[in-house]
């Protein structure tokens, strides 16, 4: 039987539920289309991380192990979280079911992913120029003194005249359009962590590998964006004191963040 445009759904009292006519379940019910659903986690590519036993050393210490076995943090029950997504309400900030009101709760997110969710609140400095402080406070002795690194891509391509000064492979990991740093670049550039016999670069390394790790999982994961694609250089600072990684609240963060998206 066709359901009348006319038919109503959700609480008869809309006091407190004021946002029924916009909610998905409206739709639903007049039998519109679905609107295309995406989540906006980037895990699809996270078995494309490699990491060794000191990465995942130092992940643990920082209050990150559950991130260190990636193709674990990749799966996604998309029905689920669709059939969630369907029952939340922003009027309440809780999910609405047959039973009653139900919520996600610090003590969730710190079974679900094992972030501390307590200590230091994740607050940061205004950046007046976020490309620049990409380009100066990120630490990697790597892209300070070392060439470019070339792709094997791109010794198939053919020579072009250089129209100016090439860009360095910091500043090519840079999204002018988002004014980001692009998380594919981050990915490709610290997948794997190098072989290295020079002293200077063993713990280095270690450190600024699993570093750019955890800024990717930032974007990708903990603060995604509507673009899916890139990570804002203000989270930079949480990581620059690699010893202070663990004192910071990031439970709480991620749910915090999860009621302004």
């Known amino acids: 039987m066709e359901k009348s445009k006319d038919s109503a759904c959700g609480p008869i009292d809309r006091s407190l539920l004021f946002m029924q006519e916009d909610h998905i379940s409206t739709s639903i019910w007049e039998g519109d289309d679905r609107l295309r659903f995406d989540v906006r986690q980037y895990t699809t590519c996270m078995d494309k991380w490699v990491l060794d036993d000191e990465q995942r050393h130092l992940l643990d210490s920082w209050g990150f192990g559950v991130f260190a076995h990636p193709q674990v943090v990749r799966q996604n029950d998309i029905a689920l979280i669709r059939a969630l997504v369907e029952r939340w309400r922003p009027e309440t900030n809780t999910f609405h079911f047959p039973f009653g009101e139900m919520t996600i709760t610090l003590e969730d997110v710190y079974m679900l992913m094992g972030l501390p969710i307590s200590g230091r609140a994740l607050t940061f400095t205004d950046l007046a120029t976020p490309q620049q402080y990409w380009l100066t406070q990120w630490e990697d002795l790597r892209l300070e003194k070392g060439p470019v690194r070339k792709k094997k891509s791109d010794k198939k391509k053919k020579k072009k005249k250089s129209k100016g000064k090439e ?67 203000r989270y930079i600072q949480l990581l620059q004191k690699t010893d202070e990684i663990i004192d910071y609240a990031w439970g709480a963060g991620v749910l915090a963040y999860l009621y302004i998206l």
Not at 201 to 229: C, H, M
């Open 167 to 233: 860009k360095s492979e910091r500043e090519k990991m840079w999204s002018e359009k988002a004014s980001a740093v692009s998380l594919y670049s981050l990915r490709e550039t610290y997948k794997k962590k190098p072989k290295s016999k020079r002293p200077e670069y063993l713990e280095q390394d270690t450190r600024v590998y699993t570093r750019a790790y955890v800024f990717w999982i930032i974007g990708a994961i903990l603060f995604p964006t509507s673009s899916r694609s890139t990570v804002h250089p």
